[in-house]
Every structure is written in structure tokens, then in C-alpha cells.
């Protein structure tokens, strides 16, 4: 899968955690947030993180065995 | 032992001249970022005085077998564990308290605390901050480890041998947050102001600074920093305006860096030479382990497990220690302390 490709998903990702930070945000200024909700975005942002992380690895890699050649 | 951490510092350096160059200047978040005690250009610490420190010991209680024993352990384990090792010995509340975090025991944190409350000499105090730092970083909580240690450096400079360790902790703090631009100066300090600091410390600042020059120099490797540190606020619940201003950074740099990739890819049906994606893609989707392990120099067993482990009656006589018996500014932070403890044990 070309990096652009990889990259568009992790946009998508990160567009769909923001749009749900945004929204718990809003239960809880009305205080309707349970931790339940905090928990579920925290966890996504934390997926989002593991694949970029998971990405900028493997560029580093793909580009040292370049290096060997 | 010099030899093996030479080896570890060429290989990481010959490692990171690979990295894939995206050039840009890359973003890192902004949101609830702790301030750092202002780096000085003097160097602040004092060399190490053993026999005054044995003098500070003695009036603490400390016998002269012990001192004696300091003495000697100084040549062989360092002046920062013999130090320390001194201290535990004369204060038992202490030991016990550094025993509890090394058995992973989630009591650990409320008794480092309540030994610190109680610690009245600055060099009392010294050891038990370092250990409730310690603490903190091993709980991925950087930043009340940094919180932590903005004290000692406050209040606890100069008396006691962990000022290079809590030098290097502090910098290692500001790089887990990731605060890269106010821990690249503190590494390259540490490094020059303790030459004679035990040479694991000093290996693995070395390996961090390269680690965190990589870092600076790799879009997406800050990208995935910033990320991890919107995550931690979002474990602490954190999901208010400047957070999500973080967030948004992140779409506007993931839409720079798909304009350049896309630019790149349409250049060349191959891979273009040293400057694009990977022509050795990764062979399955397994994630690497660990999250910039270096400079974690014990791995403690979790922590949030065992506060998941402990009976109900367990976790609220802690909880009611926590409320009873903590002047405010340690209560709020053990509750917060023990809140996340808690969420992390439920994942």
C-alpha cells in the first residue's frame, strides 16, 4: 500500500477521534460524560498513535536496508 | 562493559543516519505542557561531597558501620546507590516504601508520599522525591514525574548524590512528554556536567539524544509523539480546547505529509531513492513493542495490575489514606495518580 494511502487512513482516524474528543467534551460540560466515554476516545487516540508510530518505523527500516545496498 | 555501551551508541547512530528525511519543520502539541525549571548556562550542582554527606547521615541517625559501609560502597556501586542505599538503611519507612514500588505494589505511590510529608530535612526529602519520580515514570506519567522533580530541584539541590540521576531523569521526563526542544539541552547538560555519573546513566543519555535528534529531524516519528501525548491526556480526561487544537495540528500535518508522499509516489512508479516510502515494506501488521523504551532502566511489573488484582477493601483503605491523612497538594495528586491506575488496569 502506497505511504499516501496509509497516511489518508490515519487522517481518517484522527478526523473520527476529534470529532468524539469534541463530543465528550460536550456531555461533559453538561456532566453526562461517563468515564466509559473519556476511556473508549482515549483508547482510539492511542490506536491512532500505535499506527503512526508503526508507520514512521517502517519507513526508517524500508530506508536502512536502502542503506545496505 | 565500556565496550558494549560504545557498540550500542555506533549502532543507534548508524541506525538513525537511515531515517527516511521528510523535510518540513513537523509539529509537536502544545496542550497542558508543564513548565521546566529554566535550564541555567552555569552548571547549578556542586560536586558530590562524601564526607559531608556521612556527616549529614550521622545526624540523621545513621551508626558509623553504616557510614562505614557508605564509604566503601561509593567505589564499588557508585556514590548515587551507595547514597541512597545509606539513607534506606537509616530510614526504614523509606526502605520500606522503595521496596513496595520495586514489588509493584500500587501502595507504593501513597507510601513514598507519606514518607515525603514527613521527611523535614531537605536531604530526606531529596530521596524520597527521586523515588516517587521514579514511580511516576514507570506509570507512563511523565508529567508528574516532572512535576516531582521541578521540586527537587527546588528545594533538594546539593545534598544528596542523586542530583545526576535526577539530572538525567528530568531530561528523560521532558522527552517522554514529549517536550524534545527543552530535553535535548538537559541530555547534552547532564552529559557535561556529570562526567563521573554511573556509565549506564551516561550510555543511555547518549542513546537518547540520538534517539530524540532522530526525532526532531523525523515528521513522523513527532506526529506519533504528539499523538501519545493527546492520548495521556485523554487517559486523564483531558478533552478540553487545547487538546483539541493538538488534534486538529495533526489532521493539518497528516493533509502536508499525503501532499508530499502523493508527489513522490507520482514521481516514480518505484520508490524513490532515500527520500520517499519504503521499498521493504513491513511483512505483517504486528506493532513494534513498547513505546521509547530507551532509558527506562528498570522494567517494573504493571502496576495497574495489581491495583486491579487487590480486593475492594484493599484499594479503599488506600483511597481513604489518600483523603485522611495528605495535605491537599499530595492528595489531588494521588487520587489522580490512582484514578488512572485504575482506567489503565480496565484496557
Known sequence: MPVSAELKMLKFLQERVNKQTKQVEALGAEDQAQPADYDRVAEKQGRVKELMRRLAEKLGKGDEGRGGE | MRSAAIIAVILTAAALRAQVDVPGEGVLPGAHMPKPVPIQSKNPFKPFDPAKYAQAVRALGGTELQVKR???????????????????????????????????????????????????????????????????????????????????????????????????????????????????????????????????????AHQRLLELERQRESRLHMLADGMKKTWRDLRKRKTDRPVQLDQETYVEEL?????????????????????????????????????????????????????????????????????????????????????????ANRK
Open chain 2, 70 to 204: 557508605f564509604v566503601d560502597d561509593v567505589e564499588e556501586l557508585g556514590a548515587a546507590r551507595a547514597g541512597d542505599d545509606l539513607i534506606r538503611k537509616v530510614w526504614a519507612k523509606l526502605d520500606k516504601a522503595v521496596l513496595a514500588a520495586a514489588e509493584a505494589d500500587p501502595e507504593a505511590a501513597l507510601l513514598l508520599t507519606q514518607a515525603l510529608v514527613e521527611a523535614k530535612s531537605p536531604l530526606l526529602q531529596a530521596h524520597a522525591r527521586y523515588h516517587l519520580s521514579r514511580l511516576f515514570l514507570d506509570s507512563d506519567d511523565p508529567e508528574r514525574a516532572l512535576a516531582v522533580l521541578n521540586d527537587y530541584l527546588t528545594h533538594n539541590l546539593n545534598v544528596s548524590p542523586l542530583d545526576s540521576e535526577v539530572a538525567y531523569f528530568y531530561a528523560h521526563s521532558l522527552a517522554e512528554i514529549p517536550m524534545l526542544d527543552a530535553a535535548i539541552p538537559r541530555l547534552r547538560a547532564f552529559l557535561a556536567w556529570f562526567p563521573g555519573a554511573s556509565e549506564r546513566l551516561r550510555a543511555a
Open chain 2, 255 to 343: 493533509s502536508e505529509l499525503i501532499e508530499m508522499f502523493e508527489e513522490m509516489e507520482s514521481q516514480s512508479s518505484s520508490a524513490p531513492s532515500g527520500n520517499g516510502p519504503s521499498s521493504n515494506p513491513a511483512a505483517n501488521s504486528a506493532l513494534p513493542d513498547g513505546e521509547g523504551s530507551v532509558g527506562e532502566l528498570k522494567k517494573r511489573p504493571s502496576l495497574a495490575d495489581r491495583w486491579g488484582d487487590m480486593r475492594d477493601s484493599e484499594r479503599k483503605k488506600i483511597m481513604a489514606d489518600v483523603q485522611n491523612t495528605m495535605p491537599p497538594q499530595y492528595q489531588k495528586m494521588l487520587e489522580d495518580y490512582y484514578k488512572k491506575l485504575g482506567k
